[in-house]
């Protein structure tokens, strides 16, 4: 079937300024055809109806001033391997040597550039099974042209986390990130991410995660005011295997997470969760989750907290589906807003869809203001409103925040949580 106008344009467009690296693989070419044949996002396609992708899809980059934080590196009292990027480009000097017990770290584009590495048999793997049943073209994009971000193979418990750090320099910056990691079965490790990136960002994340392995990850999507980004998370979990991560977004035009999950092995578990917070009308964060349940005993959790004011706008689409066979299945599903305003605005489509009939499946969503009895409970004790708000919002988010496993690298979210209500009274 051929595109519409309207999308075969735009796509057209793009794809005329980009180059396939140099000897290219056949996983970057089956992506390139795979744009071609889907057409870049559109604000009528299904699943963008309520985020529009122009500045995403658009052939130059939207400019982003520069955020200078006073508030100092996140994670910065963690023992960890930091791997730097400053506008997509590798800076060896700020990053750790990349060696640590129990993971492999290389460069993606001498990873794929290499005679033999496993890479080359993943990379783009994952991306290509979530197209399925939902297009996802920026993720193809991505697949095809990023040249930019790390293969991490995890052959053990890994002795110290591996810290991502994104940094912005350039108002112009428009990146493509793609990041491959192999949990080994039995293996464990912790990925941190934390920055801004660009001014746009595409960035694919790509896991695999064998039988028996774990793997956590927690993300902070740094605080510039203009940055734009479209992120994409690709999961497979083997049998008996751990799969958590938890995003914290705060700042930002446009921000779009998605996060596509398969349970392929018996007795799995995958968590996934995430706090915003927005302020002002040009705000807008968009959580797009699509879960699959293909094995027996597994269980999801999908948890996601917004605190919107003056205008901001917040999504969530989360789905869980449920093979025929995937029996014992326990999915858990709830997005919830904090509108501090009138003018904020939450929309939400929630989604189950079951073949199994030995289930336990629930979704709730639910948007509203601070409620009241707690305010003047708290005011009558002597608590000032502002004061009594914050803690009231910090409740909220709890939930969401308690899918961290590692109390220390939760404490320091809610710090920086404190701080921004702190700073936007």
């Not at 080359?120 to 979530?130: A, C, I, K, P």
């Not at 995003?247 to 968590?271: K, S, Y």
Request: with cysteine; hydrophobic share 40%; proline share 3%.
């Amino acid at each position: 079937m051929a595109l519409p106008k309207v999308k075969a344009d735009a796509t057209e467009a793009l794809l005329a300024t980009l180059t396939l690296p140099e000897g290219a693989s056949e996983a970057r070419q089956a992506a390139l055809a795979r744009v071609g044949a889907m057409g870049l996002p559109h604000g009528r396609d299904e699943y963008w109806k309520y985020t529009k992708p122009d500045t995403l899809t658009s052939v130059e980059a939207p400019q982003a001033a520069l955020f200078h934080n006073d508030e100092g590196p996140l994670f910065d009292d963690v023992d960890r391997v930091k791997v730097v990027f400053v506008d997509g480009v590798f800076d060896a000097g700020a990053s750790d040597d990349l060696a640590a017990e129990g993971l492999e770290i290389d460069l993606l584009a001498d990873a794929m550039a290499a005679d033999i590495h496993w890479v080359n048999d993943l990379y783009g793997v994952l991306e290509t099974r979530g197209q399925v049943p939902v297009e996802r073209p920026l993720a193809a994009l991505n697949t095809a042209f990023a040249t930019a971000g790390v293969a991490i193979r995890v052959t053990g418990k890994a002795s110290k986390p591996v810290n991502l750090i994104y940094l912005h320099s350039d108002t112009g910056s428009d990146v493509r990130l793609h990041n491959v990691i192999k949990v080994e079965a039995g293996a464990e490790m912790t990925l941190l991410e934390t920055g801004p990136a660009a001014a746009r960002l595409n960035k694919v994340l790509e896991v695999d995660v064998a039988d028996g392995a774990a793997f956590h990850h927690v993300r902070a999507q740094g605080r510039d005011h203009e940055r734009r980004a479209v992120t994409h998370c690709f999961t497979r979990l083997g049998t008996e295997s751990v799969f958590k991560s938890f995003t914290m977004t705060a700042n930002g035009v446009l921000t779009r997470n998605e996060c596509i999950i398969e349970l392929t092995g018996d007795d799995a578990q995958a968590h996934v969760a995430g706090v915003c917070m927005g302020d002002g009308k040009d705000f807008h964060h968009d959580d797009t989750v699509f879960i699959t349940h293909d094995a027996v005993n597994c269980e999801s959790r999908q948890v996601f907290k917004k605190v919107l004011r003056n205008g901001a706008t917040g999504v969530f689409q989360g789905k869980i589906l449920v093979k025929e066979g995937a029996q014992k299945t326990d999915g858990y599903q709830i997005s919830q807003s904090l509108l501090l305003d009138d003018d904020s605005q939450f929309l939400a489509k929630p989604e189950l869809e079951i073949y199994a009939d030995d289930v336990a499946c629930s979704h709730g969503s639910t948007s509203g203001a601070i409620d009241d009895t707690a305010l003047f409970y708290l005011r009558s004790r002597g608590v000032p409103e502002k004061a009594a708000t914050d803690l009231l919002t910090l409740a909220f988010l709890a939930e969401a925040l308690d899918e961290i496993e590692d109390e220390a690298l939760a404490d320091a979210l809610r710090d920086r949580l404190e701080g921004w209500l702190g700073r936007h009274g």
